[in-house]
C-alpha cells in the first residue's frame, strides 16, 4: 500500500542540473520527515539530503552542500531534489526514503538512476 517512486534521473553533462521527484501513497505524507539517499557501485549507500514533515528543517552531506536543495510540495505528497552543478562523483542511484520512527520501520522507494558524464 505504501508507494515512493522516484523519478527523473539521467544523463548529464558535468556542471549540468537534474531534478529528482519522489511520489508518497498510501500513507500521511506531511507528518514524515523524508530523505534522499544515493548508492554508486561498489559503495555503500549515503545520505545526501533530509527534510522535515513540515519542510521547515533541512539538511545534507557536505559532499552536496550549496549544490543540491531538497524540498517537499506536501499537497501534492511529493519531496524533490534539485541538483545543480552536478560532478561525475554524483553518479549512483537516488533513493528517497521515508523516515520512520519507534515502531515504524524507514520505508525505501525505487531508485532513479543519475550518470554525470562527459
Known amino acids: 500500500q505504501v508507494q515512493l517512486v522516484g523519478s527523473g534521473g539521467g544523463l548529464v553533462q558535468p556542471g549540468g542540473s537534474l531534478r529528482l521527484s519522489c511520489a508518497a501513497s498510501?500513507?500521511?505524507?506531511?507528518?514524515?520527515?523524508m530523505s534522499w539517499y544515493r548508492q554508486a557501485p561498489g559503495k555503500e549507500r549515503e545520505l545526501v539530503a533530509g527534510i522535515t514533515s513540515r519542510g521547515g528543517s533541512t539538511n545534507y552531506a557536505d559532499s552536496v552542500k550549496g549544490r543540491f536543495t531538497i524540498y517537499r510540495e506536501n499537497a501534492k505528497k511529493t519531496v524533490a531534489l534539485q541538483m545543480n552543478s552536478l560532478k561525475p562523483e554524483d553518479t549512483a542511484v537516488y533513493y528517497c526514503?521515508?523516515?520512520?520512527?519507534?515502531?515504524?520501520?524507514?520505508?525505501w522507494g525505487q531508485g532513479t538512476q543519475v550518470t554525470v558524464s562527459s
Open positions: 498510501g500513507f500521511t505524507f506531511s507528518i514524515y520527515a
Open positions: 526514503k521515508r523516515v520512520g520512527v519507534l515502531g515504524v520501520a524507514d520505508y
